[in-house]
């Protein structure tokens, strides 16, 4: 069952990553995330990480990857749920996930790519 | 990292089960979804089981089980993306899940929540 499922809601995708994340399981997660933005026409990604105890540079590496792969797909990647321990451990990495948007929870996330979609579409064609 | 999120979104729970369930990660879902249902003073349930590819006897039960403590704590229960191999499964063990709505997806799953909350809220309290 090794397999991160990813949620349509409305115009948004939401992954909760629960799994360990080893390579294979981040590769195939970042293939069908951006299959699923542009099949979806997707505005958003929500990456719920609260079920993360515990981060190493790999994951680190591999939010700020999915959050610019969805960039260059005109998609924005909000992280949520992230622990305190859990941003401890990326800032003393050296990874602060910079130009990555976090929020507090899922519905906050919501929020915040909601008021960003209407902000960003000023002067860009709808689709 | 063997736990199962439960995200608030609005007035609903959403639980995407990703991870093989054993007993004791099932019985720590029911608690703290339980929990979260008066805490939230959740409407509804969705359970997410797209990424469950093989279903058993103990499952099927858990998903019964989840429906009837989430109905007496009068929140409603939507099983999303059940994949067709699960559905033969369920009724070939003769668990058709009664009592348990299903929807497509979450977007269709919270559909039917809000359409059940407006019909179902006649008549009993506001909260």
């Given at each position: 069952?090794?397999?991160?499922?990813i949620l349509k809601m409305?115009?948004y995708l939401l992954v909760?990553?629960?799994?360990?994340?080893?390579?294979?399981?981040?590769?195939?997660?970042?293939?069908?995330l951006?299959?699923q933005i542009?099949?979806q026409?997707a505005?958003g990604v929500l990456?719920?990480?609260?079920?993360?105890?515990?981060?190493?540079?790999?994951?680190?590496?591999?939010?700020?990857?999915?959050?610019?792969?969805?960039?260059?797909?005109?998609a924005?990647?909000?992280?949520?749920?992230?622990?305190?321990?859990?941003?401890?451990?990326?800032?003393?990495?050296?990874?602060?996930?910079?130009?990555?948007?976090?929020?507090?929870?899922?519905?906050?996330?919501?929020?915040?790519?909601?008021?960003?979609?209407?902000?960003?579409?000023?002067?860009?064609?709808?689709?």
């Amino acid at each position: 069952m090794e397999r991160i499922p990813i949620l349509k809601m409305g115009p948004y995708l939401l992954v909760t990553i629960q799994v360990d994340m080893h390579d294979r399981v981040a590769m195939a997660l970042q293939d069908e995330l951006t299959e699923q933005i542009v099949k979806q026409r997707a505005r958003g990604v929500l990456l719920d990480i609260s079920s993360v105890e515990v981060v190493d540079s790999f994951i680190g590496r591999m939010i700020g990857n999915i959050a610019a792969m969805s960039k260059v797909l005109d998609a924005e990647t909000v992280v949520v749920g992230m622990r305190p321990a859990v941003a401890i451990t990326l800032v003393e990495l050296g990874m602060a996930l910079p130009g990555v948007r976090t929020a507090l929870n899922v519905d906050a996330g919501m929020t915040l790519l909601k008021t960003a979609g209407k902000v960003a579409t000023n002067g860009r064609p709808a689709r």
